[in-house]
């Protein structure tokens, strides 16, 4: 199950910057990005560097990918 705190990263922090800044234009790019650096960190054993968030992602694969769509679909259709 997703967190509260990670949805709210989603919103707050991860989809602003990816589409604002980056220029992201599909949601399946931010999931890709995300899912690389969390790679990443478990290949470098750098697993240390993972915070609650980024364990609660790798845990909820599915969920967080789910969630990302329908997130980034609703900021479009404010747009």
């Known amino acids: 199950m ?3 705190e990670t949805k709210d990263y989603v919103n707050d922090v991860l989809l602003p ?3 604002n800044e980056y220029g ?4 399946y790019y931010v999931v890709a990005r995300v899912f690389d650096i969390i790679g ?3 290949d470098n054993n750098s697993l240390l560097l993972l915070s609650r968030i980024g364990f609660n992602i790798r845990n909820n694969r599915e969920e967080f990918t789910d ?4 997130s ?3 900021l479009e259709a404010e747009k």
Do not use: T
């Open 24 to 27: 992201y234009d599909s949601p």
């Open 2 to 4: 997703l967190l509260q």
């Open 67 to 70: 969630y990302v769509v329908k």
């Open 40 to 42: 990443l960190a478990v």
């Open 72 to 74: 980034f679909q609703d």
């Open 17 to 19: 910057k990816f589409v």
